[in-house]
């Protein structure tokens, strides 16, 4: 180097002086700006759009599920083991719950003694959790289900386990969430006559994703709590937990499954230590979509094993319920969009493109479109009614999903994809 690019000593402490200089004020700015930044975010996640719309619609649809099949497998012993049959237990005499006590869940224990009564109480929780599946006036339906249903498993206290209060919590958010805006007779109502707005947009969409928040955070409360406690027992830490409740006749439900599984000691280790380590890794793993499909996979199969192994499916169905709200509706409408791609390749496969075309595109070819609904479809975007889609102006064609390429009408001559003479993609 030669002298006249040489520095000096003060000169390098200046030069460096001036580097940290810049970095603390950059650092700086940066904290200040992260409060901003995050509220910034925080209010468009939560107001902009109703999020997991797909995912919370199969929620209720398999808490309906849930709620339908505990009632049907217990339909021919309902009194024996809820009614009038369970008096010995002192439940009637002396409440362990407190939900009986209070009036308003107090239907079914004060029917314990009337066979009559309870039979038709029970008839119609079984008919209020088929409406929950189909979404049938989910805004009157659901509040009556969810005040029979905590009356009906609350007044035997004896019988549940912990799915009940994850039934229960999760149930009642679902009272302020949109559980019905897809794959429900509501929605098809809503696309057809549209519904009166009764709260705003953006108040209708914070509380719908306050309940995403909520529900995440309670199932992320209720795995690590879990690892932790679990972590401090001598059967998880040594390796050989799920080994004990497979050997009894209470949870081995299937004798040869539970053998199979308890024969191969690093079997029985790996699954032990695995299930802490993903319950306590669970609510991490959500941020990233490649670490997230890896732990909806995980704690899915963790549940499906508890539901099939331990003869628990009413408690692994309900926790799969709630993982359902993790899945993106991107996923669920490409999902959508590969099935009914699909149906239209083999449909055209079997009566022929042309005729699979015109079956699709008779009906809405056929019908004159009114006066006042042509006027509609004109307007702007701006004019629309909010309430009928309660979402931005795309995703009023979520439920129809985009043909792909692979779902268009092929020629049979040259397997080519064929488009109709204007240009335009044939109607799904």
């Known amino acids: 180097m030669s002298e006249k690019t040489r520095l000096s000593p003060q000169q390098w402490l200046r030069t460096i002086g001036t580097m940290l200089a810049g970095l603390i004020r950059d650092g700086w700015k940066l904290l200040i700006s992260l409060p901003v930044r995050g509220w910034n975010f925080a209010e468009s996640w939560l107001l902009d759009s109703k999020k997991a719309r797909y995912g919370i619609a199969v929620s209720r649809i398999v808490f309906g599920i849930t709620g339908l099949g505990l009632l049907l497998t217990n339909f021919r012993t309902?009194?024996?083991?809820?009614?009038?049959?369970?008096?010995?237990?002192?439940?009637?005499?002396?409440?362990?719950?407190?939900?009986?006590?209070?009036?308003?869940?107090?239907?079914?224990?004060?029917?314990?003694?009337?066979?009559?009564?309870?039979?038709?109480?029970?008839?119609?929780?079984?008919?209020?959790?088929?409406?929950?599946?189909?979404?049938?006036?989910?805004?009157?339906?659901?509040?009556?289900?969810?005040?029979?249903?905590?009356?009906?498993?609350?007044a035997n206290d004896m019988i549940g386990d912990q799915g009940d209060n994850m039934y229960r919590i999760a149930l009642f958010f679902f009272l302020f969430a949109d559980v019905s805006g897809r794959w429900s007779l509501d929605a098809r109502r809503r696309r057809k006559n549209g519904t009166p707005r009764i709260l705003p947009r953006e108040i209708s969409n914070l509380f719908h994703n306050l309940v995403l928040v909520i529900l995440t955070a309670q199932v992320s409360f209720v795995y690590v709590s879990g690892a932790l406690y679990k972590a401090g027992g001598t059967p998880w830490s040594g390796g050989y937990a799920i080994y004990n409740p497979l050997s009894t006749e209470r949870f081995g439900t299937w004798p040869f499954l539970s053998e199979l599984i308890t024969t191969w000691a690093p079997l029985v280790a790996f699954l032990t230590v695995g299930s802490m380590i993903m319950q306590?890794?669970?609510?991490?793993?959500?941020?990233?979509?490649?670490?997230?499909?890896?732990?909806?996979?995980?704690?899915?199969?963790?549940h499906i094993g508890i539901g099939v192994t331990m003869g628990l499916p009413w408690f692994s169905l309900t926790m799969i319920a709630i993982d359902f709200i993790f899945i993106r509706d991107r996923t669920w409408k490409g999902l959508l969009d590969r099935i009914h791609g699909g149906y239209r390749e083999a449909r055209s496969e079997v009566e022929g493109p042309d005729t699979a075309r015109e079956s699709d595109t008779s009906g809405s070819a056929a019908k004159p479109v009114p006066a006042d609904k042509a006027a509609a479809k004109k307007a702007p975007k701006g004019d629309r009614d909010p309430e009928k889609t309660d979402a931005p102006?795309?995703?009023?064609?979520?439920?129809?999903?985009?043909?792909?390429?692979?779902?268009?009408?092929?020629t049979r001559a040259s397997g080519s994809t064929r488009l109709p003479k204007t240009g335009t993609a044939p109607a799904s």
Do not use: Q
């Open 78 to 154: 309902r009194l024996y083991s809820f009614g009038s049959g369970s008096v010995w237990n002192d439940e009637v005499a002396n409440i362990k719950s407190d939900f009986p006590k209070i009036w308003i869940f107090s239907w079914f224990h004060n029917a314990i003694t009337n066979d009559a009564a309870y039979t038709a109480l029970y008839v119609l929780l079984m008919l209020l959790a088929v409406l929950v599946i189909l979404g049938w006036r989910t805004k009157i339906v659901l509040p009556i289900y969810f005040v029979l249903w905590v009356s009906f498993i609350e």
């Open 280 to 302: 306590m890794c669970f609510p991490l793993m959500l941020l990233t979509r490649p670490t997230r499909i890896i732990a909806l996979i995980a704690i899915m199969s963790f």
């Open 393 to 410: 102006a795309e995703e009023e064609r979520e439920l129809v999903p985009t043909p792909s390429l692979a779902s268009r009408p092929r």
